[in-house]
């Protein structure tokens, strides 16, 4: 069984960063696709960022590129979200989440944190 834990989250102004971890216990094997999926108020859930483990494949949301960088280091067994130039549109519940083994990033994810708040003032 996998937990996941998030931590980073927070206020921050517009044009702000945060860094948003994710700690994996248990075994996640190579090639597993992780990522960070974000709630705003609202809105629907949509993913924005995913990472394939031990491959560095990444993909990000066109709303996030270029500002958003996702990682997952293989030893801390952790994955991390960089986010750089904040926008008050990216304030939402933030939650990571894994599939239980390799295959494409589409739902369903077998593992889920239990969500850390980014909020962003102008």
């Known amino acids: 069984q996998v937990q996941l834990v998030e931590s980073g989250g927070g206020s921050v102004q517009a044009g702000g960063s945060l860094r948003l971890s994710c700690a994996a216990s248990?075994?996640?094997?190579?090639?597993?696709?992780m990522g960070w999926l974000r709630k705003a108020p609202g809105k629907e859930r949509e993913g924005i960022a995913f990472?394939?483990?031990?491959?560095?494949?990444?993909w990000l949301r066109d709303s996030v590129e270029g500002r958003f960088t996702i990682s997952h280091d293989t030893a801390k067994n952790t994955m991390f979200l960089q986010m750089n130039n904040l926008k008050r549109e990216d304030t939402a519940m933030y939650y990571c989440?894994?599939?239980?083994?390799?295959?494409?990033?589409?739902?369903?994810?077998?593992?889920w944190g239990q969500g850390t708040q980014v909020t962003v003032s102008s």
């Open positions: 990472v394939y483990t031990g491959i560095d494949k990444t």
């Open positions: 989440a894994a599939r239980a083994s390799s295959g494409d990033c589409t739902p369903p994810f077998a593992y």
């Open positions: 248990g075994y996640i094997s190579s090639g597993t696709c």
